[in-house]
């Protein structure tokens, strides 16, 4: 595992590492290089730290007697950022640093996985992000993210595409997709568009018209 990142511009995605379940290291590896801000939550930083990973924002309301200066010579230069706010979660104060920064976009890991209901929160809450930052979210199955009205992209057929309505989405049209949608609507707990595929190489493009509509991007 790469113990620095290189890259040190902030148009560049920076990375959130949360406190679900691990990814693999070679995805960990990649987000790293190219991340020129890394922030972690602070569940997370003894974990962190046993992967020899250089933290620049160490984040979260410190807890449980957590001791964040602790960290400081380990990690010099370190900032840290004390969120006690308990309406909202670490996560969502990360994002919230972020966009006070200036830092348009944020790639987000050990997010998913190890409760139900971090997992279902910690995407769900892309949507109220939507006019601020964009968000990717990342596992070692998944890769997921809030689309634009119009979306396209390029991918190879069979391809596994799902799309998650975050309540409910309207004037939902697809092309490429084996399984098309034509003015469709998806409402959570009803009726999603969980696992669709690329039907062939090409661009694949999905417009809705109302609603906040995901996309995950799936490889088992």
Request: glycine share 6%.
């Amino acid at each position: 595992m790469s113990s620095h990142h290189i890259v040190r511009d902030d148009q560049e995605p920076a990375l959130i590492i949360a406190n679900g379940a691990s990814c693999n290291s070679e995805l960990l590896g990649q987000l790293l290089e190219w991340s020129p801000l890394v922030i972690v939550l602070d569940s997370a930083m003894e974990r962190v730290l046993d992967l020899g990973i250089k933290v620049d924002v160490l984040l979260g309301d410190f807890d449980r007697g957590f001791d964040p200066n602790y960290y400081k010579e380990k990690q010099y230069p370190l900032e840290i950022v004390h969120t006690p706010d308990q309406n909202k979660t670490d996560l969502e104060k990360a994002f919230d640093y972020l966009i006070e920064r200036k830092i348009p976009a944020v790639n987000v890991v050990w997010a998913t996985g190890k409760r139900a209901d971090h997992t279902i929160t910690n995407i769900t809450n892309i949507a109220r992000y939507r006019d601020l930052l964009k968000i990717v979210v990342l596992d070692d199955h998944s890769k997921v993210f809030l689309l634009p009205k119009k979306y396209e992209k390029w991918y190879p057929a069979n391809t596994t595409i799902s799309l998650i309505p975050i309540g409910h989405v309207t004037g939902i049209h697809s092309k490429n997709l084996f399984y098309p949608l034509e003015n469709d609507s998806l409402t959570i707990g009803y009726r999603t568009g969980s696992s669709n595929h690329v039907k062939a190489d090409g661009i694949v493009i999905i417009e809705h018209d109302q609603g906040d509509l995901m996309l995950m991007e799936c490889w088992d």
